[in-house]
């Protein structure tokens, strides 16, 4: 159970309905929430309306979404009846708990509706407006969507956006934002050009809160997160676990290399580096020309009792303690340490002030990474911990409206494997994977 | 380390600047902050404007408050820039990472030379308003002010209300609140009627907008909130700790008087009933006329492998564990389990959803019990895990404008002890003692 699921039997249910006009980044913030909220275990989903219409019209021109339109406009109809009915099947059948409903929604008509849908059916409606009127993200979005977007695959870049704007224009002629004292007894959000400025209404419960509060540090201007683990440790050679020590003569090559790496994909852009607070991060940091921070939060997944042993010893030594962890790895604590799920509580703050900063590049440890990794790719909890991170590997995420794309750019500096199979002890043997799994190679999306 | 505390490196500080008319809430709303802050370790302090201004004069009337009383400004003046120098003293020698300016800052001549002392000393302003329009809110602020602010003491309450009145009106002429367009350049965050509509602007960083978070869980409701063990168990009985049994003959006979108990004090007031998913919480609610609602997070501290042992057997089986318990107990994890500080990060959504809810009796466990107890009654953390709660008692908090207070309502139902002092495996003897150690009995107040 999540460490959020305060209740086993409160049967509470929330549909975040979007509000905005295209390219106000609806989808982005839709998919974040479902990101985060599922990495806390949480269970939620995302209902796009344009996926339901693209089932019957693929790639529709701007004079499809004039209000005008009949034939439009009844097949949109049908899109969010469609959406709506199998959000309603969601939430019965499967037990969900936060739905989201990602559509334009721009009339107070289409809203009422929805609401009393949601009110019919026991689920608590929460309005979730992104509004902008900052020229520049909206420029930016309007070239993410062209180049993202199912609706222009194909479609040249000049043509797609001059479609798009019209698009908008369509909406813009009936589009009723929320208002403060109009709207002031729905509960709602409302995003001024992103964070800029938030205004929240008659939140109801924690986890509505809880969702303002996340998507208050969300910011949608293009940047990369590069995540790296330390170079090869001394401990790494040893085949032992958690510790402080300092790198190996090949991890100390791969610091060294670090910075060139960085420069060669990020150019001239401005970095700041996140270390734990652990020796063997610092010292990968150490050639690194930018600010850099050491967070305690950032610090290996702690192995109790166990640290400092090898895995056969601790096989050894705690037989059942070693095939309880094989068995439910992100579940199972260590004597005196740590489970996945703790670590995943700690990096709460280190997601959101992620999502705060732009530029960052992180050196820190195998199953820390695992845990961010598992954030960014939406890998579900029981494969998180067995995401094979190799060492001297910098990992380059790009999140993007439609998902997060990952690039692997190895150091071609040999080092240990610290990957350990389910169902045996053995690690260290030279790395010859090249890569992440293949599935989490692609872009995901949810 | 606070699990909030994401890094021991940045220096942080950021100062919370209240604003708003007197009678709206800042200083329940400041103390709540700290309170919440300190819960969580980190360090915060409120620095109060009028105790300041107290030093010098006592009971002024309203005319002292007025913008054209040149001796009354001179005062005033003095206060604020006392409490500044304080606050800047805390941070710098004591560390300080949240301070709470708690003052009215009616004008925007006052909260700019705030904002550029602020600056001055690398701290960072948020200014945090209490807006209210909403008479039946703002009388009942009055009510409460006139009562237990000290600088009405011993004064009738008819005269006490029409003063304060008055001053209100002082401050009427000069405010100039916040503004979402003209203000766009600070970081605040705006409370409209408390909770009902909050505005967040311009938030800069994880910590202030956890601050948001929290406040926009708060209400000033008059409320009460009863907490109480589950009746003595078989457990108990057999001085064993954790496990999930079921009441003794002298719990399940609490659990019948405790209708009659609570009613007694409450009237006929609404509840709604907290307990765990334990068996021996619900069988104590289980003639509770009231709504019902059984919480994960509830559950008692998980003694890992210790489950189901006596202290005797810990302390002979596990003598280092035993030993290092006693030492650290907020720290100290059992092997497989918890500690005190793993209960208080589970419990943060226990909390916030209790700050949202009217009035609530929470039937739960020792441990647990302690750490609601200590977030209401500032209880420092060292001290939490010793605090004694007797079983077969009643606790019923009340939150004030200046703290919180504290009755005991003893079932007159014996019991066994649970209480195990420092450096001792000894419990069970019947519970002799009448209340909570006698610190705890008196209203708290930072």
Redesign the interface.
């Given at each position: 159970?999540s460490?959020?699921?305060?209740?086993?039997?409160?049967d509470l249910r929330i549909c975040v309905v979007m509000v905005g006009l295209p390219a106000r980044g609806k989808s982005f913030i839709s998919q974040k929430i479902v990101r985060y909220l599922s990495w806390l275990l949480i269970k939620a989903k995302c209902f796009n309306v344009g996926s339901y219409r693209r089932e019957t019209t693929q790639q529709p021109n701007a004079d499809f979404f004039d209000a005008n339109n009949k034939e439009g406009l009844k097949i949109r109809q049908l899109a969010v009846t469609n959406a709506i009915t199998d959000m309603m099947d969601w939430f019965n059948k499967e037990n969900g708990v936060v739905a989201i409903l990602d559509a334009t929604n721009t009339t107070r008509e289409r809203r009422n509706w929805v609401l009393k849908l949601c009110r019919q059916n026991r689920i608590e409606p929460m309005f979730l407006e992104s509004w902008c009127d900052d020229q520049d993200l909206i420029l930016r979005n309007i070239a993410e969507v062209k180049t993202t977007s199912p609706d222009y695959v194909g479609v040249e870049p000049e043509v797609a956006t001059k479609d798009f704007l019209n698009r908008i224009k369509k909406y813009e002629k009936i589009y009723e934002p929320l208002d403060?004292t109009y709207d002031?007894d729905l509960t709602f959000a409302k995003l001024i050009n992103i964070?800029?400025?938030?205004?929240?209404?008659?939140?109801q419960?924690?986890l509505e809160?809880?969702i303002?509060?996340y998507v208050?540090?969300l910011h949608i201007k293009p940047r990369c997160i590069y995540l790296s683990r330390h170079g090869e440790s001394i401990y790494n050679l040893e085949k032992k676990i958690g510790g402080d020590s300092s790198l190996s003569p090949r991890g100390l090559k791969y610091a060294e290399k670090l910075p060139e790496l960085v420069k060669q994909d990020a150019g001239d852009v401005d970095l700041t580096v996140w270390t734990s607070?652990l020796i063997r991060t610092q010292e990968t940091a150490q050639y690194l020309p930018y600010k850099q921070?050491?967070?305690?939060?950032l610090d290996e997944l702690d192995a109790?009792?166990c640290d400092g042993m090898t895995y056969e010893e601790i096989e050894k030594e705690f037989p059942e303690d070693f095939r309880a962890r094989d068995e439910n790895k992100y579940e199972y604590?260590y004597?005196?340490g740590e489970s996945y799920r703790d670590v995943v509580?700690?990096l709460e703050?280190?997601i959101?002030?992620l999502e705060?900063q732009e530029n960052i590049l992180i050196i820190t440890h195998q199953a820390v990474l695992r845990c961010i990794y598992a954030y960014f790719m939406n890998v579900p909890q029981e494969e998180s911990p067995w995401v094979a991170i190799p060492l001297h590997t910098l990992i380059k995420l790009e999140p993007r409206a439609y998902g997060t794309k990952v690039t692997l750019i190895k150091a071609d500096i040999p080092a240990v494997s610290t990957y350990k199979e389910k169902g045996t002890s053995q690690v260290g043997e030279d790395d010859k994977s090249t890569n992440i799994k293949t599935r989490n190679l692609l872009m995901t999306s949810l």
């Amino acid at each position: 159970m999540s460490p959020y699921t305060v209740s086993n039997v409160q049967d509470l249910r929330i549909c975040v309905v979007m509000v905005g006009l295209p390219a106000r980044g609806k989808s982005f913030i839709s998919q974040k929430i479902v990101r985060y909220l599922s990495w806390l275990l949480i269970k939620a989903k995302c209902f796009n309306v344009g996926s339901y219409r693209r089932e019957t019209t693929q790639q529709p021109n701007a004079d499809f979404f004039d209000a005008n339109n009949k034939e439009g406009l009844k097949i949109r109809q049908l899109a969010v009846t469609n959406a709506i009915t199998d959000m309603m099947d969601w939430f019965n059948k499967e037990n969900g708990v936060v739905a989201i409903l990602d559509a334009t929604n721009t009339t107070r008509e289409r809203r009422n509706w929805v609401l009393k849908l949601c009110r019919q059916n026991r689920i608590e409606p929460m309005f979730l407006e992104s509004w902008c009127d900052d020229q520049d993200l909206i420029l930016r979005n309007i070239a993410e969507v062209k180049t993202t977007s199912p609706d222009y695959v194909g479609v040249e870049p000049e043509v797609a956006t001059k479609d798009f704007l019209n698009r908008i224009k369509k909406y813009e002629k009936i589009y009723e934002p929320l208002d403060e004292t109009y709207d002031q007894d729905l509960t709602f959000a409302k995003l001024i050009n992103i964070a800029q400025q938030v205004i929240a209404n008659k939140i109801q419960s924690y986890l509505e809160s809880r969702i303002v509060f996340y998507v208050m540090n969300l910011h949608i201007k293009p940047r990369c997160i590069y995540l790296s683990r330390h170079g090869e440790s001394i401990y790494n050679l040893e085949k032992k676990i958690g510790g402080d020590s300092s790198l190996s003569p090949r991890g100390l090559k791969y610091a060294e290399k670090l910075p060139e790496l960085v420069k060669q994909d990020a150019g001239d852009v401005d970095l700041t580096v996140w270390t734990s607070t652990l020796i063997r991060t610092q010292e990968t940091a150490q050639y690194l020309p930018y600010k850099q921070l050491q967070w305690k939060a950032l610090d290996e997944l702690d192995a109790g009792v166990c640290d400092g042993m090898t895995y056969e010893e601790i096989e050894k030594e705690f037989p059942e303690d070693f095939r309880a962890r094989d068995e439910n790895k992100y579940e199972y604590r260590y004597r005196g340490g740590e489970s996945y799920r703790d670590v995943v509580i700690r990096l709460e703050p280190i997601i959101m002030e992620l999502e705060r900063q732009e530029n960052i590049l992180i050196i820190t440890h195998q199953a820390v990474l695992r845990c961010i990794y598992a954030y960014f790719m939406n890998v579900p909890q029981e494969e998180s911990p067995w995401v094979a991170i190799p060492l001297h590997t910098l990992i380059k995420l790009e999140p993007r409206a439609y998902g997060t794309k990952v690039t692997l750019i190895k150091a071609d500096i040999p080092a240990v494997s610290t990957y350990k199979e389910k169902g045996t002890s053995q690690v260290g043997e030279d790395d010859k994977s090249t890569n992440i799994k293949t599935r989490n190679l692609l872009m995901t999306s949810l």
